[in-house]
């Protein structure tokens, strides 16, 4: 029996393949300047204890955090007016799951800088975190960041915010974390976390405020699902 040509046993196998293995996902479509999508990656996240969760920005434009385990809250932004453009809000273009996520993009700034803060209300008071050890969140740089730079992400407590605070106003406790064109899963430890002056203030976990991203730099951030970890 003679030798089958290549071509033809290619097209053979394209029709086997083809009968039986129909695609099982939807393709994911990546916006113009949004980061690289996971593959369905904050799925993996998506049935975590329902305390855990701080904010997946479904709740829309309102910038609500979720209302769950004792706190509720809301995005707050502070910007030194420096940075002639800033957008600091939620977002449907370039959601890592859901509808929606966080974009946080800024323009070079002169002093110091833009913050993003999901701020924690207990009660009126600050919220008590012993129960928890870290807190994580899914996050990429947009197409419009530049050169990858270690962004600061932190905690707030009352040592650190006015009017509560007395000689540690503004130095939060950060770490910087580099991030890259692709949505990732980062977990920060409380324990990880540092201030700039010395000596440092032990971080008060009853006394949380809220989780901080603060930059001095030209940015294009994006975050979605960040969660409390014990």
Request: include cysteine; charge should be negative.
């Amino acid at each position: 029996m003679g030798a089958i040509r290549l071509d033809v046993a290619l097209a053979l196998l394209a029709v086997v393949v083809g009968a039986g293995c129909a695609p099982s996902a939807d393709p994911i479509r990546v916006g113009p300047g949004c980061p690289e999508s996971p593959l369905r990656g904050p799925a993996l996240d998506a049935n975590e204890p329902a305390d855990r969760l701080v904010a997946d920005f479904e709740s829309g434009a309102t910038q609500q955090l979720v209302q769950v385990a004792g706190r509720d809250g809301s995005w707050i932004h502070g910007r030194d007016l420096t940075s002639t453009s800033v957008t600091i809000a939620p977002s449907m273009a370039c959601a890592a799951r859901g509808e929606w996520a966080g974009h946080f993009a800024a323009s070079p700034p002169t002093s110091w800088g833009n913050n993003w803060t999901a701020e924690f209300r207990s009660g009126g008071a600050p919220y008590d975190g012993t129960a928890y050890g870290g807190v994580s969140f899914w996050a990429a740089f947009g197409g419009g960041n530049g050169p990858p730079f270690g962004v600061p992400f932190g905690i707030t407590t009352t040592d650190t915010v006015q009017p509560t605070c007395t000689t540690h106003c503004d130095d939060h406790y950060m770490t910087a974390v580099t991030l890259s064109g692709a949505w990732q899963r980062y977990e920060i430890r409380f324990s990880e976390l540092t201030q700039k002056n010395s000596p440092p203030a032990p971080m008060r976990q009853d006394q949380l405020v809220g989780f901080i991203i603060w930059t001095v730099s030209q940015c294009d951030i994006w975050i979605d699902d960040v969660r409390l970890e014990p």
